[in-house]
T-cell receptor, first 114, second 110 residues
Framework: EADIYQTPRYLVIGTGKKITLECSQT?????MYWYQQDPGMELHLIHY???????EKGDLSSESTVSRIRTEHFPLTLESARPSHTSQYLC?????????????FGPGTRLTVL | GQNIDQPTEMTATEGAIVQINCTYQ??????LFWYQQHAGEAPTFLSY????GLEEKGRFSSFLSRSKGYSYLLLKELQMKDSASYLC???????????FGKGTKLSVIP
């Protein structure tokens, strides 16, 4: 069973606010990912990390930033939220080579910026 | 780059069999995944194919042809709870990242 957690599950904030979306996993996975998904649309990779102190931008350009100071923790930060950031944000993790590299997803954070 | 195509919507009857197709073009290939996503929820893993052929797991089977850039997900004995979006995703060569298709929304009707 996947043990990957995201908080908050829902967030409504005003424009210009700084927010941090939390993601933690207890599976000891090296690899973690952030996706953005609008309703009825595909998942787009916005950030990924292959280990501590390693972060890369994904295919979809995003104004968010991430950090990976601990293996289990991969927070995403928006310095100044805008209505265009309204979306669902999904965090995932995977184990790596030698296995299927199945990604396990957290429950997601649904962000609304007014 | 990678391009993944799958039908937008499908409808099938409870108890029937449905096949959801996925075609892909990639610069490299390291495996193909199928995920199920219920509305408003996170995707959950269904199957993984890296070699040609059929992988069976209960009511769900997935097929891959690497030479044709083609996969399908077969769902048997459909149940109402199978109403969901089914996402095809490809992992590129030397990469742990997944590129997802737009998903196929399956509606199961009585």
């Amino acid at each position: 069973e996947a043990d990957i957690y995201q908080t908050p599950r829902y967030l409504v904030i005003g424009t210009g606010k700084k927010i941090t979306l939390e993601c933690s996993q207890t599976m000891g996975h090296d690899k973690m990912y952030w996706y953005q998904q609008d309703p009825g649309m595909e998942l787009h990779l916005i950030h990924y990390s292959y280990g501590v102190n390693s972060t890369e931008k994904g295919d979809l350009s995003s104004e968010s930033t991430v950090s990976r100071i601990r293996t289990e923790h991969f927070p995403l930060t928006l310095e100044s939220a805008r209505p265009s950031h309204t979306s669902q944000y999904l965090c995932a993790s995977s184990e790596g080579p030698g296995v299927t590299n199945e990604q396990f997803f957290g429950p997601g954070t649904r962000l609304t910026v007014l | 780059g990678q391009n993944i195509d799958q039908p937008t919507e499908m409808t099938a009857t409870e108890g029937a069999i449905v096949q959801i197709n996925c075609t892909y073009q990639t610069s490299g290939f390291n495996g193909l995944f199928w995920y199920q996503q219920h509305a408003g929820e996170a995707p959950t893993f269904l199957s993984y194919n890296v070699l040609d052929g059929l992988e069976e797991k209960g009511r769900f089977s997935s097929f891959l042809s690497r030479s044709k850039g083609y996969s399908y997900l077969l769902l048997k004995e459909l149940q109402m709870k199978d109403s969901a979006s089914y996402l095809c995703a490809v992992s590129g060569a030397g990469s742990y990242q997944l590129t997802f298709g737009k998903g196929t929304k399956l509606s199961v009707i009585p």
